[in-house]
């Protein structure tokens, strides 16, 4: 058994050495996949830690976002989760999800994952020969026909199980759709995530495929799903995830159809079951990588909660925060 936990270790992180040597990569694939928004960092707690957790089965409700096999590992009959996030060039993202422990059936959960551009003025722009007749100002080409709204959605259903003590599957169905004013592009996609607890002190292994669907269609223009594939690793080296200090790390390998491949580094550290602290460094990513966050444990009327707050840096636009708040009841 030693010698086969060994050999998988050993594939894991060679596997992740294949994954960071194609960094020089020359095919730029970035912008051929829509539904870019999915892909986006849900929750402050994953944001915190550097875009990883996928090996991290005390991640509660918002775990579905991360690696849907993780709702199994909720401890409590329910679990809710809600995420409000600044994103750049003020847009915004927020999420929401739900777990229900059903007993010999596993963990079922949904969700919706919401991103909005916000409102957007709507203008008609004019030949040179026509712009007296319909401005009646050669200086001006263009005329506001009001305002339109854009933004992009999911909506999903999860569930999970422990197959074994050790191995745990997950699967997530979602309804997707982007839209700017009257023109929309919809599509139903897949995730899945498995998660073994192996016997070599607390090291955890994960894996997590997101975004499986066929092409979709906007207006006439054809496009990819933004799927992607990561692999992690994770482990304490001072205690573990039941204790009330601890210390977590994390390394996972990304694997995009629609960007570089790259690998993220995190770190979680519980204190006294109350502050958590986390930090995360992303590999492969050119304007952004580092990142920060800062959690609150506590418990009100017998139910226990967790407050996040997580920050990403960025090169040159605004830097980002979003907000958790997690419940058990």
């Known amino acids: 058994m030693k010698r086969k936990i060994t050999t998988m270790i050993l594939i894991i992180l060679l596997s992740l050495t294949v994954v960071g040597t194609s960094y020089a990569e020359e095919f730029q694939k970035t912008g051929t996949t829509g539904f870019g928004f999915l892909n986006l960092p849900v929750s402050a707690r994953y944001a915190a830690m550097g875009e990883t957790g996928i090996c991290m089965p005390n991640g509660q409700a918002d775990g579905m976002f991360i690696n ?12 809710f989760s809600a995420t409000f996030g600044d994103w750049y060039l003020d847009t915004e993202h927020h999420s929401a999800s739900y777990v229900r422990n059903i007993p010999f059936i596993g963990s079922v959960g949904i969700f919706m994952n919401l991103f909005n551009y916000g409102e957007m003025q709507r203008t008609r722009f004019f030949a040179q020969d026509e712009v007296n007749a319909f401005t009646g100002d050669e200086n001006n080409i263009y005329l506001s026909e009001g305002t339109f709204n854009a ?11 422990q197959m074994t003590d050790k191995f745990t599957f997950g699967a997530n169905v979602k309804y997707v759709r982007e839209y700017i004013a009257e023109y929309y592009a919809q599509n139903v996609l897949v995730d899945m995530g498995f998660f073994y607890q192996t016997n070599f002190s607390s090291l955890r292994i994960g894996a997590f495929l997101k975004n499986f669907g066929l092409e979709t269609q906007y207006v006439n223009e054809k496009f990819k799903m933004p799927q992607q594939m990561t692999l992690g690793i994770s482990f304490e080296p001072y205690g573990s995830l039941d204790d009330p200090t601890y210390i977590s790390l994390n390394i996972e390998a990304v694997h995009p159809n629609d960007m570089s491949e790259h690998i993220n580094f995190g770190i979680e550290s519980r204190i006294a079951n109350l502050i958590v602290l986390r930090g995360g460094y992303k590999f492969g990513y050119e304007y952004e990588n580092l990142t920060i966050g800062l959690g609150v444990h506590f418990v009100f009327k017998a139910k226990e909660f967790d407050l996040d707050i997580s920050y990403m840096q960025h090169k040159y636009l605004e830097h980002t925060l979003r907000y958790t708040l997690s419940m058990e009841l």
């Open 68 to 79: 849907p096999a993780l709702i199994a590992h909720v401890k409590t009959p329910n679990a």
């Open 151 to 161: 933004g992009a959605y999911a909506l999903g259903l999860s569930y999970a199980r």
